[in-house]
């Protein structure tokens, strides 16, 4: 008889955006009539950019001519998106990356989850508090943890809370650690790091042989220019660190799905035995094996987004939602509710008002605003009392939806 993978009974109730949409649905089945309005899931809703279209249907059509057809690709992607963020992603921001150390995937979430693959279960690992849940559980259906507790932490992880207190960025842990999930700009708090808080985690990385997983997947909604946005622009840090990025916000990927890896050569690990390993080579071998990369139109379309036709119209849409974002945020700051990020994040963290749960806010928000967010208790336990709105929608859907929340909370 087959055996399944015990370590998944152990998850807490149903992933956290399932959850939502269970209870969405249930609530329009009863009211058929009522408008909702969705700023729960991060997901966007402006078109592709003209120049990114374009490129990918020159992708599609090379595909129809025997001269340009293309089959099985590098697994580790095709050298001109590779090479394209190299110069135009990281360059400007005074990081020199060899295309050899970026890998292109179906997106960051699932690299955020495979790149436990090249790690052995008896690494300590550490996660911050809130936190998107994907680190959290993938290393419970990896088997990394024992049972979680009434707070919902997982025995053999370490968690760091991200609070009001401490402006939503962790301490150091007061023991070593090996693997530590950090995302800066954050999901879900929107908060950001400065260059001087990430050089304290590289400087701890480096002094107890750690590596920091580095999820960079809001980088391109950074509006200020003393805000960092590759823990690369820290020194020493290609020796401690694997990055994570997504073309899913940035450029609308979130239906074409398109990521990326950077894992530099200079990274390694250690054996049990004492013997050094290559991250980069692990990783390269992990995705030779388990992946056969990403389509060729997909990457034609993702090298577009850094072209000089695409880029300035990709970031006509990351203006258009955080022009959200600062409706979102000035429209509820002026009711009277407490809110942060927003600013560098498409992400508003608010204190749910009248010392609501954040679930209890989150009903009353479907029932009485027809609006739908994020319960801040399903990033984890530091997440009690907060909510998350995105800023992933249309205006006037925004706009709409702010003008609800004023008349229901509002002062």
Known sequence: MALANEHYLKLQAGYLFPEIARRVQAFTDANPDARVIRLGIGDVTRPLAPAVLEAFHRGVDDLGRADTFHGYGPEQGYPFLRDAVVERAYQPLGVDLKPSEVFVSDGSKCDCANILDIFALGNRVAICDPVYPVYNDTNVMAGRTGEADERGYYAGITYLPCVEENGFIPALPD???????????????GAVASLDELARWVAYAREHGAVLLYDAAYEAFVTEPDVPRSIYQVPGAERCAIEFRSFSKTAGFTG?????????????????????????????RRQSTKFNGVSYPVQRAAAAVYSDEGWPQVQENIAYYMENARIIREGLTGAGITCYGGVNAPYIWLKTPGGLTSWQFFDRLLQECHVVGTPGSGFGASGEGYFRLSAFGDRENVETAVDRIRSAWGR
Do not use: M, Q
Request: glycine content about 6%; charged content about 15%.
């Open 175 to 189: 023991h070593p650690v090996d693997l530590v999930y950090l995302c800066y700009p954050n999901n879900p708090t």
């Open 256 to 284: 074409v799905r398109c990521g990326l890896t950077v894992v530099p050569e200079a990274l390694t690990a250690r054996t049990a035995g004492g013997r050094e390993v290559s991250l980069n080579a692990l990783w390269s």
